[in-house]
Nanobody, 114 residues
Framework: QVQLVESGGGLVRPGGSLRLSCAASGFTFGRADMRWYRQAPGKQRELVGITLTDGSTNYADSVRDRFTISRDNAKNTVYLQMNSLKPEDTAVYYC????????WGQGTQVTVSS
């Protein structure tokens, strides 16, 4: 079965950096587009960015030039490098894959605060 397991969240000061990982299993990772979403308290879940099977990426305007998504098909893992973090980046971050239905990981909390 499809499994997604995020890790790497934590507490960081404004301007700091974090790298999230999402380990995937149960499907052919190299043939799947992978997405990162986030959900802040009281807000709807929003798309952060996507990496396509060819390795190309696209980002929400709010994170473009600060966040970078990458993938390692040999390790079945997708990463989210987050730089220049702001308090408004505080959220639970989820990775996602759509294979006939949406699959989600359990999420990892990122808190940006001084």
């Amino acid at each position: 079965q499809v499994q997604l397991v995020e890790s790497g969240g934590g507490l960081v000061r404004p301007g700091g950096s974090l790298r999230l990982s999402c380990a995937a299993s149960g499907f052919t990772f190299g043939r799947a587009d992978m997405r990162w979403y986030r959900q802040a308290p009281g807000k709807q879940r929003e798309l952060v960015g996507i990496t396509l099977t060819d390795g190309s990426t696209n980002y929400a305007d709010s994170v473009r030039d600060r966040f970078t998504i990458s993938r390692d098909n040999a390790k079945n893992t997708v990463y989210l490098q987050m730089n220049s973090l702001k308090p408004e980046d505080t959220a639970v971050y989820y990775c996602n894959v759509f294979i006939q239905i949406n699959y989600w990981g359990q999420g990892t909390q990122v808190t940006v605060s001084s």
